[in-house]
């Protein structure tokens, strides 16, 4: 199974996601981990797997990756499976209401992403997932580079349940 993850990073954390998500995926298939910038058209021929991942930005995944998937054509991913990731600070432990009352109206990046997608194309595979960080610039809370293989792994599988986002 030929599987690309295409990746935008701005503080190094979504990078990491990334990579935790290529090794796990590496054993069973043939994954290239890409930054945003370097996803041609040509390195997504052939996949079978798509996986995006992005930090989110102001209640939506970072312009790079944006743009990217603005960029691809209409039809453009038809046949491949594909499934998207964020970063996200927790709101939880941020403890500040106005955060997660934006959070209510406006979300996180993965499940637009994945929405996106979804119209170029993709078929569905999995739940999006978000990773958390600590702080806006991270680093990630222990255990998600852990729970970014996993998920990863039950993407391959194409079974759930995935472990949830907190």
Known sequence: MKTVIVYDSVFGNTEKVAQSVGQALGAAAEVSVLRVSEA????????????AGAPTRQFRASDGMR?????????????IRT???????SVKDAN?????????????????MAKKL?????????????????GTE???FDGEL??????????????PPYPPTP
């Open 96 to 112: 500040v209401w106005i955060l997660t009352v934006m959070v209510k109206i406006f979300g996180y990046a993965a499940e637009p």
């Open 138 to 140: 991270g680093p990630l």
């Open 67 to 79: 743009q990217w998937l603005d960029s691809l054509p209409a039809g453009a991913l038809q046949g």
């Open 118 to 134: 979804k119209a170029k194309g993709g078929q569905p595979t999995g739940t999006p997932a978000g990773f958390l960080v600590k």
């Open 83 to 89: 499934a998207a990731f964020d970063t996200r600070m």
């Open 146 to 159: 852990e729970r970014a293989a996993a998920w990863a792994q039950g993407l391959a599988a194409s079974r």
């Open 40 to 51: 041609t058209p040509e390195r997504l021929r052939g996949a079978d797997l798509l996986i």
